[in-house]
């Protein structure tokens, strides 16, 4: 992990870092992956990767309509809202 | 444009790919239960998974499964027994959750083709390349305010089969033509409504250019916002002038999503997303693969309905049609049905004719949707057989047709009310006959010296004074006879 690859990682996290925190995370982060980088020691040929560890299938739902309807709910958070819609700086090319 | 344009220095190839978004035609959304109709009041069908909400956790909807499966079936594609659902992760306002829910090694669908119909008869495979299931992202609208954009998350979460073609395009007809078989397929299939106006089928048009003879593809451009066929049409024209004045001159391409501006008509850089492309992919933890049995694919496969090409294929094979004639009563569905009920127990290509130039032109001219037309089909077979039987005459049958779009009345009926039954009496035919040579002595005279084209007046002179209802062939008949 060098300082290069902790500046792409925060800008594609949209996270402003100060040169300090740059250097911090530069550290700690490596330390992580170093940490994680021991699973690699274990032999995983002929292992299937596995997604989940219960034994259940991936639920499904019916195509029916039991949700939505709460603009006022969706917009409460909204720094800014006009006319049902959110509001924000103008994002186009 | 045809598939190559001429440079000054060589002919260029153009290599597309199109990669289209389709939306499923499902009430609710791909994981959440809030409706999915186009034009509702902004972010009332917003549920707060959609709107990425802290601890809310997605569930997959099962229909849209079962349309993505009947999809890929259609489109002649491999069905995968498992697939899985990854993040695709990017900011932009228009996507709350800042990650998109997709399938990115492991679609659900894999490697297929369609056939393409071209302008002057050839019928081209298309390679496809994958389908998979994803969620659409909300919609940014910045026309309502000179320094803000609004957004209206209803979109967010709706059920996109993004269907991915190889690079076997060349030229804008051929993409125009995919785009058309494709969108014929999916409305057969009722599994996405195919209309692009209201977005429900979107384009993204990959174009690269090369010398005729190169293997090797060129550096492609991904042109985005191409909402129409006659778009697509434009922008591959552009683009491929731009890339080809950018060849000609020693430059290179640089690898880029370009945007088309159909207003302006010239595709422009997206350079904000530059960096996009570093999407940091990985499986959803939220969901677990979706595995999918054979028997279940099995069932889906026997509720497909005829598709276009077998359905062209039957009526050229089982109607005698021509190739151009099949074509177009298939481009819709509700066509061919029309035109098969018509031909019930009628000669086909009669009925064929009719459906195709008399009431597919009156309905257009009047901007009449078939489905609204004030004649049914089995009016229409009903005056088709009018004119098999030799009750009237094809040309009576057009004033009768042009009656039953008026009146909604049946050709039977009018035939009767207005005395319009041809005259097969020969007696009364040979009256008219004679009538027409006796006062035309001259002409007479003039037809035996050997003016044979006289011919001709003749005949219009009998049908005139039977006001139309006489049998043009025993009217020849007879007239060949007599002089």
């Not at chain 2, 004639?325 to 481009?331: E, K």
Request: aromatic content about 6%.
């Amino acid at each position: 992990m060098d300082k290069k690859t902790v500046q792409k990682v925060a800008n594609l996290a949209r996270l402003n870092l100060s040169e300090k925190q740059e250097n911090e995370l530069e550290q700690q982060l490596s330390k992580i992956l170093g940490f994680v980088e021991q699973l690699s020691e274990v032999d995983t040929d002929n292992v299937e990767p596995l997604a989940s560890v219960v034994d259940i299938e991936l639920p499904l739902r019916k195509d029916e309509i039991n949700d939505g309807g709460y603009a006022d709910k969706i917009l409460k958070n909204a720094p800014e809202q006009a006319e049902g819609y959110f509001v924000i700086g103008k994002v186009v090319e | 444009m045809a598939k190559t344009i001429q440079g000054e220095s060589a002919v260029w190839e153009m290599v597309i790919g199109l990669e289209v978004h389709a939306q499923i035609t499902s009430q609710a959304k791909l994981f959440s239960g809030a409706p999915t109709a186009f034009g509702a009041e902004p972010n009332s069908q917003v549920s707060f998974v959609d709107a990425g909400m802290p601890g809310m956790l997605p569930v997959l909807n099962e229909y849209c499964v079962e349309q993505a499966v009947k999809t890929g079936l259609g489109i002649n594609s491999a069905i995968n027994n498992v697939s899985v659902f990854s993040r695709k992760n990017y900011f932009y306002p228009d996507l709350p959750t800042g990650y998109q829910i997709t399938q990115f090694e492991h679609p659900i669908v894999g490697e297929g083709a369609i056939e393409i119909d071209l302008p002057d008869g050839q019928v081209k495979t298309i390679g496809i390349t994958r389908l998979h299931l994803e969620q659409d992202a909300g919609k940014s609208i910045h026309d309502m305010h000179p320094t803000k954009s609004y957004i209206d998350l209803n979109r967010a979460g709706c059920a996109l089969m993004e269907i991915v073609s190889e690079p076997d395009i060349r030229g804008p007809e051929e993409a125009v033509a995919y785009l058309s078989k494709l969108r014929m397929i999916l409305r057969y299939l009722e599994t996405c409504d195919g209309n692009m106006d209201e977005g429900s089928m979107r384009a993204d048009v990959n174009l690269s250019l090369r010398k005729v003879g190169e293997t090797k593809f060129g550096t492609r451009c991904e042109i985005k916002n191409v909402n129409s066929l006659k778009a697509v049409q434009q922008a591959i024209e552009y683009e491929a002038l731009r890339q080809l004045e950018i060849l000609e001159n020693g430059g290179t391409i640089d690898q880029e999503t370009r945007l088309w501006d159909p207003v302006k008509m010239e595709t422009r850089s997206m350079r904000s997303k530059e960096d996009a492309h570093d999407y940091r992919y990985f499986p959803c933890p939220d969901l677990l693969p979706l595995e999918i049995e054979n028997s279940y694919i099995k069932a889906i496969k026997e509720t497909l309905p005829e598709l276009p090409d077998q359905k062209k294929h039957r009526f050229m094979n089982d109607y005698g049609l021509s190739l151009y004639d099949a074509s177009v009563l298939i481009a819709e569905r509700a066509r061919a049905e029309y035109f098969e009920n018509a031909a019930k127990g009628h000669d086909a290509k009669l009925a064929a004719n009719w459906v195709l130039n008399e009431l597919l032109g009156i309905l257009n001219k009047n901007n009449i949707p078939l489905e609204d037309s004030p004649v049914s089909a089995k009016q229409l077979g009903e005056l088709v057989g009018l004119i098999e039987d030799n009750t009237i005459s094809g040309k009576i049958a057009k004033d009768v047709f042009a009656d039953m779009m008026e009146t909604g009345k049946d050709a039977g009926t009018i035939v009767e009310e207005k005395g319009l039954k041809q005259v097969t009496d020969t007696g009364a035919i040979e009256a008219l006959v004679d009538e027409v040579l006796a006062e035309n002595p001259d002409n007479v005279a003039q037809y035996k010296s050997g003016k044979e084209q006289l011919f001709g007046f003749f005949v219009g002179q009998v049908m005139k004074k039977s006001q139309g209802k006489a049998n043009p062939a025993m009217v020849n008949q007879l007239l060949k006879k007599k002089l």
